[in-house]
């Protein structure tokens, strides 16, 4: 192990989790996100001897996920119950007054599944009503005469395995140098900080400010390979993402029939991916309630005015000239329609340069330890609502009066952001605040001036420069 792996291994005694890709191995071809692989990997560890229990981590997988043979099984034996681990999106049927659930891994669909009366009453599940949810579900088919049969969730428990404490985790991170500190979280993302330049670090981080600050909005473009989707995908349950296909106002944001709040109001963050390939139902629709929304987190459709604070992300290829540079000024050229107006793209606070990040080699898979996903992520979903941070960039910041007002909101919370990353110890110590006034509020700086430059060549009307705010002396 190196320094920093004893360092970690000694802080974060029950948070941290060590990571070799050998030991990954024993989940190919199971389709579980990163958080249950750590929880299983730490819970087969012997603290002592540090060694894994690979049959045992099989024996659970066999034992409680998914297989695509427990839907024949669960009719094949009705009033059975049969647990598994597993994924459910839960949704309301207004016309028959019931919540519908959905197994997508089981292959049990919406029109199938119904969750029990008896369960949305009790205090696990009446969060059910409508979202996404990880945890250990209770399943049984139940057999109707002159209907058909259906298959209910009787029981669940979510997937929460850990006390997440935000104290604990901020006194922690005096114990590490900022280079160190930076360190830890790129293995928390996965990736080998060894294999990273401290650029490319910090570059890599910027992905993850929609995990700590609430209504944040970006955009990354990058070639295929350089672990984009996989850093929203496979690090947190509170987000969505989406690839391709048809997205509708109804899915996004409301559904005027079911009367029901799409997913921007259930997730700290949605992402849609591989946005080249997407399609939108009424793209005009869609524009007009972007731009509300992106610029205030409200919306309106019909008669119904929501609120959100999930940040939007969209993601998308773009093509390299030989040098690894776009090949066109322009870099939006390909988006779809929707994103062809300067107003909309003025709402996104920050744009990520993706092709300064490498693409993904075997160089880059994390080894040694970090941070277990499940309990990053909470810390990551905890630090979204804590308002000293924000205070302290609007008093250490020094704002010029003539700042434009948009530039203005998304420097401030894409440094906001980044503190909370890289910097969760507020108040700074004396020497960090040199380090705060480059790794954040000059990254913020510049993920904003990509936005304005990419404005100026949409539209002349657009100022490429960016306000001189800087951090009082």
Same mark, same amino acid.
């Given at each position: 192990?190196?320094?920093?792996?004893?360092?970690?291994?000694?802080?974060?005694?029950?948070?941290?989790?060590?990571?070799?890709?050998?030991?990954?191995?024993i989940?190919?071809?199971?389709?579980?996100?990163?958080?249950?692989?750590?929880?299983?990997? $730490?819970?087969?560890?012997?603290?002592?001897?540090?060694?894994?229990d690979?049959?045992?981590?099989?024996?659970?997988?066999?034992?409680?996920?998914?297989?695509?043979?427990?839907?024949?099984?669960?009719?094949?034996?009705?009033?059975?119950?049969?647990?598994? %681990?597993?994924r459910?999106i839960?949704?309301?049927?207004?016309?028959?007054?019931?919540? !519908?659930?959905?197994?997508?891994?089981?292959?049990?669909?919406?029109?199938?599944?119904?969750?029990?009366?008896?369960? %949305?009453?009790?205090?696990?599940?009446?969060?059910?009503?409508?979202?996404?949810?990880?945890?250990?579900?209770?399943l049984?088919?139940?057999?109707?005469?002159?209907k058909?049969?259906?298959?209910?969730?009787?029981?669940?428990?979510?997937?929460?395995?850990?006390k997440?404490?935000l104290?604990?985790?901020?006194?922690? !991170?005096?114990?590490?140098?900022t280079q160190?500190?930076?360190?830890?979280?790129?293995?928390?993302?996965?990736?080998?900080?060894?294999?990273?330049?401290?650029?490319?670090?910090?570059?890599?981080l910027?992905?993850?400010?929609v995990?700590?600050?609430?209504? %944040?909005?970006?955009?990354?473009?990058?070639?295929?390979?350089?672990?984009?989707?996989?850093?929203?995908?496979?690090l947190?349950?509170?987000?969505?993402?989406?690839?391709?296909?048809?997205?509708? !106002?109804?899915k996004?944001?409301?559904?005027?029939?079911?009367?029901?709040?799409?997913?921007?109001?259930?997730?700290?963050?949605?992402?849609?991916?591989?946005?080249?390939?997407?399609?939108?139902?009424?793209?005009?629709?869609?524009?007009?309630?972007?731009?509300?929304?992106?610029? $205030?987190?409200?919306y309106?459709?019909g008669?119904?005015?929501?609120?959100?604070?999930?940040?939007?992300?969209?993601?998308? $290829?773009?093509q390299?000239?030989?040098?690894?540079?776009?090949?066109?000024?322009?870099?939006?050229?390909?988006?779809?329609?929707?994103?062809?107006?300067?107003?909309?793209?003025?709402?996104?606070?920050?744009?990520i340069?993706?092709?300064?990040?490498?693409?993904?080699?075997?160089?880059?898979?994390?080894?040694?330890?970090?941070?277990?996903v499940?309990?990053?992520?909470?810390?990551?979903?905890?630090?979204?609502?804590?308002?000293?941070?924000?205070?302290?960039?609007?008093?250490?910041?020094?704002?010029p009066?003539?700042?434009?007002?948009r530039?203005?909101?998304?420097?401030?919370?894409?440094?906001?952001?980044?503190l909370?990353?890289?910097?969760?110890?507020?108040?700074?110590?004396?020497?960090?605040?040199?380090?705060?006034?480059?790794?954040?509020?000059?990254?913020?700086?510049?993920?904003?001036?990509?936005?304005?430059?990419?404005?100026?060549?949409?539209?002349?009307?657009? $100022?490429?420069?960016?306000p001189?705010? !800087?951090?009082?002396?």
């Amino acid at each position: 192990m190196t320094q920093l792996d004893e360092k970690i291994k000694d802080i974060f005694v029950e948070e941290s989790v060590y990571k070799d890709d050998r030991v990954r191995a024993i989940f190919s071809g199971w389709n579980i996100p990163s958080f249950i692989k750590d929880w299983l990997i $730490n819970r087969y560890t012997d603290k002592m001897s540090g060694k894994i229990d690979k049959e045992g981590i099989l024996e659970f997988l066999e034992r409680y996920m998914p297989w695509r043979g427990l839907k024949g099984e669960l009719v094949n034996h009705p009033y059975r119950s049969y647990k598994v %681990l597993a994924r459910i999106i839960t949704e309301p049927d207004v016309k028959k007054g019931i919540i !519908r659930f959905h197994i997508p891994d089981l292959g049990i669909k919406p029109e199938e599944g119904i969750v029990s009366s008896k369960l %949305l009453s009790n205090r696990e599940g009446k969060h059910l009503s409508m979202g996404e949810f990880w945890g250990v579900c209770e399943l049984t088919y139940v057999k109707e005469v002159d209907k058909p049969g259906y298959i209910e969730l009787s029981n669940f428990k979510p997937f929460k395995p850990y006390k997440v404490n935000l104290d604990y985790y901020v006194e922690a !991170r005096k114990e590490f140098t900022t280079q160190e500190w930076i360190d830890v979280l790129i293995k928390s993302m996965e990736f080998n900080p060894n294999a990273l330049s401290f650029d490319e670090k910090l570059l890599l981080l910027c992905r993850l400010t929609v995990f700590v600050e609430p209504n %944040l909005n970006l955009i990354e473009l990058a070639p295929k390979g350089t672990g984009k989707s996989y850093v929203f995908s496979n690090l947190s349950k509170y987000g969505w993402i989406m690839s391709g296909g048809f997205v509708s !106002r109804a899915k996004l944001f409301y559904d005027l029939q079911k009367k029901a709040e799409g997913i921007i109001s259930r997730y700290d963050f949605v992402v849609i991916d591989e946005v080249q390939t997407v399609k939108f139902n009424d793209e005009n629709e869609i524009r007009g309630i972007l731009k509300s929304y992106l610029e $205030n987190g409200t919306y309106n459709v019909g008669d119904f005015k929501g609120v959100s604070a999930a940040g939007f992300v969209i993601l998308g $290829n773009i093509q390299l000239t030989e040098e690894r540079k776009p090949k066109q000024r322009w870099y939006f050229e390909e988006l779809p329609n929707v994103f062809q107006e300067s107003a909309l793209i003025d709402r996104f606070h920050g744009f990520i340069e993706g092709w300064k990040l490498p693409r993904f080699n075997e160089s880059l898979k994390v080894k040694g330890y970090a941070l277990n996903v499940e309990f990053f992520s909470d810390i990551l979903h905890m630090l979204r609502g804590k308002g000293e941070y924000s205070t302290f960039v609007g008093d250490i910041l020094e704002i010029p009066v003539k700042a434009d007002t948009r530039d203005k909101k998304a420097i401030v919370k894409l440094t906001t952001a980044l503190l909370k990353l890289i910097f969760p110890n507020i108040p700074l110590r004396d020497h960090e605040i040199k380090e705060f006034k480059n790794f954040c509020l000059g990254l913020a700086k510049d993920l904003r001036k990509v936005v304005k430059e990419q404005l100026y060549i949409m539209d002349a009307e657009y $100022n490429k420069e960016i306000p001189d705010i !800087r951090v009082v002396a």
